[in-house]
């Protein structure tokens, strides 16, 4: 579980090697989350962000662990932590 609150450090980073083959599936455990909180989890392409994915309570996101992501943080106005489940699974080819 990964937990991260207003004022933390977050860097963009790859859950595993390229060419390792590894999928992540992301879970957002929250009850409740207002977009004016941030939180997004932002995904780059080629060093540029490409897209980002709100915080939705109860969310799974599903991806190749080779993409560059970062978790960012909750905004000043949150009074709440942004949790996270990453599991990581090691599939036999490479994904797509």
Same mark, same amino acid.
């Given at each position: 579980m990964n937990l991260c ?16 083959? #590894? ?14 909180? @941030? @939180? ?6 080629? @060093? ?9 309570? @109860? ?5 190749c662990g080779e993409l560059?992501h970062l978790g960012t ?12 489940? #990453? ?10």
């Open positions: 609150h207003y004022g933390d450090m977050e860097y963009p980073h790859r859950d595993c090697e390229l060419g390792e083959g #590894a999928v992540t599936v992301l879970y957002y455990p929250m009850m409740s989350w207002n977009k004016e909180w @941030g @939180g997004e989890t932002i995904f780059y392409e080629y @060093g540029e962000s490409k897209y980002a994915i709100s915080p939705k309570p @109860g969310r799974f996101v599903i991806f560059e943080l909750p905004t000043r106005i949150c009074s709440q932590s942004r949790y996270t489940v #990453a599991l990581k699974f090691k599939i036999k080819s490479q994904c797509k």
